[in-house]
């Protein structure tokens, strides 16, 4: 059973949020401020999970964070697709032309950035973590700063929302990985999805090959993701996502890929969330 989740970011971020609607029972979570926290956290068994941001449906993939799993052995467990809507809040008694300066998260800026076109007296500013920049304004009592945040963080932190949803394209969603530190648990019945990381030969067509048994085997390519090998120049990891209708189409695409990719690895196999 899990009990403690290291997450990243603090109390209100969408990090705890997620730890509020994955499991079944509260758990008590582990506030890291970065990623590589997180990960120390799972590795030193201070908590039986964590949970980290892979992709966003408008940023794209979080690529440190797949070779941070890959590094340290980790394993993905399950997944969890949460809606974020992104709020500009302050202290109470405040309008939006009393803000002199917003502080959030680089990605959360980048997403709300034409929100801001319309109020050009307010200066934008990166921080580390949506939820800790509330905290800050409620300790410290800052009048003329904003964050852009979750509801929940606004609750938490008695701040007043000025502006609900500000970001630009409002159904944006970001996929968020349960990792553990062993493989998982699910049983064969129930694990539809997995992800893949293999190398390719620098060969004509090795990639295309290795995709084409994926799809003779029923697999349906979900993802697809390049990182660079750093000790080999110019050659590449590739990180994959699959979904399937029965285990078995998976097992068999396995032992093919296993003999015809370099450094085959399965980093989770669990039960596809986007059904």
């Not at 390049?226 to 050659?235: A, F, H, R």
């Amino acid at each position: 059973m899990i009990k403690t989740v290291a997450i990243q970011g603090i109390k209100g971020s969408f990090h705890h949020i997620v730890s509020e609607q994955f499991f079944d029972k509260p758990v008590h979570v582990i506030e890291c401020l970065t990623f590589d926290q997180v990960v120390d956290s799972l590795i030193n068994e201070a908590c039986d999970a964590a949970i980290m941001a892979l992709e966003n449906s408008i940023a794209g993939s979080l690529i440190p964070n797949y070779a941070l799993i890959d590094k340290y052995g980790l394993h993905i467990v399950g997944e969890h697709y949460l809606d974020i809507q992104h709020n500009l809040m302050a202290l109470p008694n405040q309008s939006i032309h009393d803000i002199k300066e917003v502080y959030s998260h680089p990605m959360a800026l980048l997403q709300c950035k034409d929100f801001f076109k319309q109020y050009p007296h307010i200066k934008l500013v990166e921080d580390k973590d949506t939820a800790e920049v509330a905290d800050r304004i409620k300790k410290n009592n800052l009048e003329g700063i904003g964050a852009i945040a979750s509801v929940k963080a606004a609750e938490i932190f008695e701040l007043n929302i000025l502006a609900h949803s500000i970001q630009t394209i409002k159904h944006n969603e970001t996929r968020f990985a349960i990792v553990k530190r062993t493989n998982s648990e699910v049983s064969e019945n129930d694990i539809n999805k997995v992800s893949l990381k293999f190398e390719a030969d620098h060969k004509r067509g090795s990639l295309a090959t290795i995709l084409n048994v994926m799809s003779d085997c029923k697999l349906n390519l979900t993802k697809i993701q390049s990182l660079p090998i750093v000790e080999t120049p110019w050659k590449y990891a590739f990180f994959v996502d699959v979904t399937f209708d029965t285990y078995a189409d998976f097992k068999k695409a396995k032992s093919i890929i296993d003999i015809m990719a370099q450094g085959f690895k399965i980093l989770g196999e669990y039960k596809n969330a986007k059904l």
